[in-house]
Structure formats: structure tokens, C-alpha cells
């Protein structure tokens, strides 16, 4: 079974700039989540999506932040324009549904650096 | 503001000893508890969950849980050099299923 699928896996933007970021979650998976991890902190969900809707993104900054999940399968997160401090890893995860036992299954991560 | 909070570490073992590793949640909702290794430069990985009080052994882990002190912890006995990594607790309540997140303990096995 192919696992969630991330691309790029690393971007260097200077601030102010735009970028996009994609996620191909497991086959099969309803729920997804973007996950932003700065160095040395755990991951912190941003969104939820269940199939192409929005759970929760009431983290997620959404005056530079955005993200869309069409035909409830792929989804993009963007951010612009980026600041310094959006350097991070943003970790996609995906789950078949919002059973309680379920696992989160990550992707490789993107890694963003602002400079 | 749900909180889940790790001893910061670093924590240093030596190959073969008992590597001890603690978590406390703010939210007595909780329901399920998880804990994630994340090798440098990777993505977290799933090594243990846990739902009911008690303990749960699997191989070298055994997770820990007291709902009443809101307290979980992992165990990882004969610890390997290749267990060095950061491990994560995440903490699963509440019903859209989200995990929280603490902030890691970094744990290093000295061979």
C-alpha cells in the first residue's frame, strides 16, 4: 500500500513570497490533516478535512494560510505572502475515517525555509 | 486550550538500561493516547497506542496510562542506539478525532 505522498520536499522562498504545498493522502483515506512542526516543537494541526470539507482550521492563519481539498482526495496548502517565522516542516496525514482506534499515517514532510 | 506536555529532555541511556519517558494532558476528555517516534530529518511513526488504563506491552515498549492522574508514560526496555530519536506523545479527544501534540522528548542510547 503506497503511503501519503508530499511534494516538494524542500523549499527555500524569501518572505513575502507565495508557495504551494501538495498532499496525496493513502487511498482510500477520508480524513486528511496538515500539520505545520517548527524545530524542536510537535506537530500542530493547522486543518482538518473530512472527504472535500473542512472539519477544523481554526488554527490555521488564515489571513496568509490557505487550503483546499477538491474531489475529496488531494489536497494543497499555500501560504502567501510567507513570513520568517513559517519555517517549518508541514507534515500531511491521513486516516480512513474519524474512528476513534484509528492511526494518522504522515507523509515525508516539506521542509520551508523563509529567508 | 488543550495542552500535552513531555519531560523537554535531553535524555541520555546507555545501551541496554531502561529509557523512561513521561507525558501529562490537560483535557480529562481524552480518549486515546498515542506515541510517536520521528527520527531526525523524518516524518513521526506510530510505536504505541493505548486506551484503557494500565499497561500495554508490545515487544521492548510498554506504554503506561492513568486517566485519574492524567498521566501517560512509555517504556522502552534494553534500549538500542537505534532507539535514539525524539519521541512524541499525542493525545486524541473530543469528536473530530484531532491529535495533540507535545513538544517531543529527545532521547539518545550511548552504546
Known amino acids: 500500500e503506497a503511503g501519503v505522498a508530499q511534494s516538494p520536499r524542500y523549499k527555500i522562498i524569501e518572505k513575502r513570497q507565495s508557495v504551494a504545498?501538495?498532499?496525496n493522502p493513502i487511498s482510500g483515506h477520508a480524513t486528511l490533516y496538515w500539520y505545520q512542526q517548527i524545530l524542536g516543537q510537535g506537530p500542530k494541526l493547522l486543518i482538518q478535512f473530512q472527504n472535500n470539507g473542512v472539519v477544523d482550521d481554526s488554527q490555521l492563519p488564515k489571513d496568509r494560510f490557505s487550503a483546499e481539498r477538491l474531489k475529496g482526495v488531494d489536497s494543497t496548502l499555500k501560504i502567501q505572502p510567507a513570513k520568517?517565522?513559517?519555517?517549518?516542516?508541514?507534515?500531511?496525514?491521513?486516516?480512513?475515517?474519524?474512528?476513534?482506534?484509528?492511526?494518522?499515517?504522515?507523509?515525508?514532510?516539506?521542509?520551508?525555509?523563509?529567508? | 486550550q488543550k495542552e500535552v506536555e513531555q519531560n523537554s529532555g535531553p535524555l541520555s541511556v546507555p545501551e541496554g538500561a531502561i529509557a523512561s519517558l513521561n507525558c501529562t494532558y490537560s483535557d480529562r476528555v481524552s480518549q486515546s493516547f498515542f506515541w510517536y517516534r520521528q527520527y531526525s530529518g523524518k516524518s513521526p511513526e506510530l510505536i504505541m497506542s493505548i486506551y484503557s488504563n494500565g499497561d500495554k506491552e508490545d515487544g521492548r515498549f510498554t506504554a503506561q496510562l492513568n486517566k485519574a492522574s492524567q498521566y501517560v508514560s512509555l517504556l522502552i526496555r534494553d534500549s538500542?542506539?537505534?532507539?535514539?530519536?525524539?519521541?512524541?506523545?499525542?493525545?486524541?479527544?473530543?469528536?473530530?478525532?484531532?491529535?495533540?501534540f507535545g513538544s517531543g522528548t529527545q532521547l539518545t542510547v550511548l552504546p
Not at chain 1, 86 to 107: I, K, P
Not at chain 2, 81 to 88: E, I, N, R, V
Open chain 1, 84 to 115: 520568517l517565522e513559517d519555517s517549518a516542516v508541514y507534515l500531511c496525514a491521513s486516516r480512513t475515517g474519524t474512528g476513534r482506534w484509528e492511526e494518522q499515517f504522515f507523509g515525508p514532510g516539506t521542509r520551508l525555509t523563509v529567508l
Open chain 2, 80 to 100: 538500542q542506539p537505534s532507539d535514539s530519536a525524539t519521541y512524541l506523545c499525542a493525545v486524541n479527544g473530543g469528536s473530530a478525532r484531532q491529535l495533540t
Open chain 1, 21 to 23: 504545498f501538495w498532499c
